[in-house]
């Protein structure tokens, strides 16, 4: 392994023939893997668990998490409402506040 993070995890590996790969990360929608910069599919495999079919070869492995289009609507409604909130909640207390003057 050369780096890991919640979100990245980056390794070389130095196959002498085909090999099946099985990442102790649970398969998740938004996840994908490179090999040598190429795409490699994913699946979910036993106890759900990311698991892809790699060549024979040197290869820099790099799974990425990225979230999908659906949470990244969800987060920017999320913030937009926060947002509105806020606002709102600061703009009444101001206007309370100007009222008993």
Not at 58 to 73: H, N, R
Not at 76 to 87: K, P, Q, R, Y
């Amino acid at each position: 392994m050369i780096f890991k993070t919640s979100a990245q995890h980056r390794y070389i590996i130095d196959a002498q023939t085909p090999i099946t790969i099985k990442e102790n990360t649970l398969y998740f929608p938004g996840w994908s893997l490179q090999s040598n910069y190429r795409s490699i599919p994913i699946y979910p495999g036993e106890r759900g668990v990311i698991n892809a079919m790699l060549p024979k070869g040197l290869q820099y492995i790099g799974l990425t998490y990225e979230d999908i289009p659906l949470y990244k609507t969800s987060k920017a409604i999320s913030i937009g409402i926060i947002f509105s909130l806020v606002t709102f909640l600061s703009g009444s207390t101001l206007l309370e506040k100007i009222r008993k003057k």
